[in-house]
């Protein structure tokens, strides 16, 4: 009986390893929460099972090939894999330089797990349209969430302080105090796959599901009051026209007159209840928020090139940007203390990619990052203009709207780095 059971377990287990890996993602997708409250422990979070399930699934795959002798990926699909571990070799020897060894750690397994996401996508690519299908469903989670942070911040505020991870919702809460929602999920990424549904859909009550789903994707980056995140929605929505709608004139209006109605809606809104919008930020009127801001990077960058001076081989290691900061630029004084805490988080990074890996994994891995990013240009173009299947050319232009997100913030996060090579993944 215990050996039947025991093989039971195993079938049930192998049957099963794709709908625990889109579990896996599905947690990954929307902020995370406490598993047993009371017990507020950062091993205790829905991202800590989302990261167990994709090692245990990683490990059956491998445990699975060894046993049957088969090998686990195609041709196809090395050239992907091995950029990345190129990339992970770089971020691994970052620790030679590396001061604080709880810094480079907590940043390191943000990099493992994306990586053996990777691993994952590319073994259930063939099931790209059930990965689709998570990315849609957890629009729809993180939309509402937003939306009660938006029209009821101290409902929000009362439960979040129980339920949500603390990290994230001391990130959501300073954001709000700043009159601005920001919640990591990068819900931007889905439009592109959002207009390839609704151009395919031939039932019309599928038609205006996908129609309600580009408005839960617009809607949140419009009220964010975010700069980056309406740049990520406006190259999502034009480039998805160029590539994706072609002749279909009206598709391209809907869409695009949803745009503007909505973008027109939210900047009356915002400017009744806080005053200035995004317009507002985009015309640089508080200099404080708006201009010290982009200075604020333009000098990082120039921080950034000091510390690679010093080690130019290796970098300060992952993690390690601010321990190598002078210490003028670490000191922030304020009687608010969510303003000590915004200051704290955003000297930890330079909040541009190619200055974080200049500064922390040193000269050597940024031309690597270049060339990749380089390859990935020249192929994804040459895709966007021969290929005639849409799927491969809206995980593209996904995946250029997230890297438009690195440009002008922090990389450093688990979800961030998982979409990233998820999306090489599946393109």
């Known amino acids: 009986m215990g050996m039947k059971r025991l093989t039971k377990i195993v079938v049930f287990i192998d049957n099963n390893l794709l709908n625990f890996f889109l579990f896996a993602f599905f947690l990954i997708r929307i902020p995370p929460f406490y598993l047993f409250y009371p017990l507020k422990s950062s091993l205790l979070t829905t991202h800590t099972l989302a990261r167990l399930l994709i090692a245990f699934i990683f490990g059956g795959i491998v445990t699975k090939s060894i046993l049957k002798k088969k090998p ?62 998570v990315l849609l469903v957890t629009l729809v989670v993180n939309f509402f969430y ?8 101290s409902f929000f505020q009362s439960m979040g302080e129980v339920f949500i991870y603390q990290s994230h919702f001391d990130l959501v809460f300073i954001n709000l ?63 998805s026209f160029f590539f994706l709608l072609k002749k279909r004139f009206f598709h391209k209006t809907i869409i695009l007159s949803a745009f503007l109605i909505f973008g027109y809606l939210t900047y009356i809104v915002l400017t009744t209840i806080f005053g200035f919008s995004f317009v507002d930020r985009f015309e640089m009127k508080d200099k404080k928020e708006d201009v010290m801001t982009v200075e604020s990077r333009i000098n990082n960058i ?3 090139l000091d510390m690679a001076a010093g080690s130019p081989f290796f970098g300060v290691g992952l993690g390690n940007y601010y321990d190598y900061l002078p210490g003028t630029k670490k000191i922030r004084l304020s009687l608010f203390n969510w303003k000590n805490k915004e200051s704290e988080i955003a000297s930890t990074n330079p909040h ?13 891995s940024l031309i690597f990052y270049i060339l990749m990013i380089g390859y990935f240009v020249f192929y994804d173009w040459r895709t966007l203009k021969e290929s005639n299947n849409p799927y491969p050319k809206g995980f593209i232009i996904s995946f250029w709207t997230l890297f438009i997100y690195s440009l002008f913030n922090p990389t450093t996060t688990l979800i961030y780095n998982l979409l990233f090579w998820m999306l090489r993944g599946l393109i």
Do not use: C, W
């Open 177 to 239: 105090e700043r009159s601005r929602i920001f919640i990591e999920t990068y819900d931007e990424i889905v439009i592109p796959l959002i207009v390839i549904a609704l151009a395919v859909a031939k039932d019309k009550r599928e038609k205006i599901l996908m129609f309600l789903m580009f408005s839960m994707a617009v809607l949140p980056s419009f009220l964010s009051n975010f700069r980056s995140r309406i740049l990520m929605l406006v190259f999502a929505v034009f480039t």
């Open 352 to 364: 541009n990619i190619f200055a974080q890996i200049l500064s922390e994994t040193g000269f050597v």
């Open 302 to 304: 120039g921080a950034s």
């Open 146 to 153: 937003q939306i009660v942070i938006f029209l009821a911040p």
């Open 72 to 133: 686990l990926f195609g041709e196809k699909n090395r050239n992907i894999l091995i950029l990345f571990l190129i990339y992970f070799f770089f971020q691994s020897v970052s620790v030679i330089s590396s001061v604080n060894l709880s810094s480079f750690f907590q940043r390191y397994k943000d990099i493992v797990f994306p990586g053996l996401f990777l691993f994952l996508v590319v073994y259930f690519k063939i099931h790209y349209r059930k990965i689709i299908s």
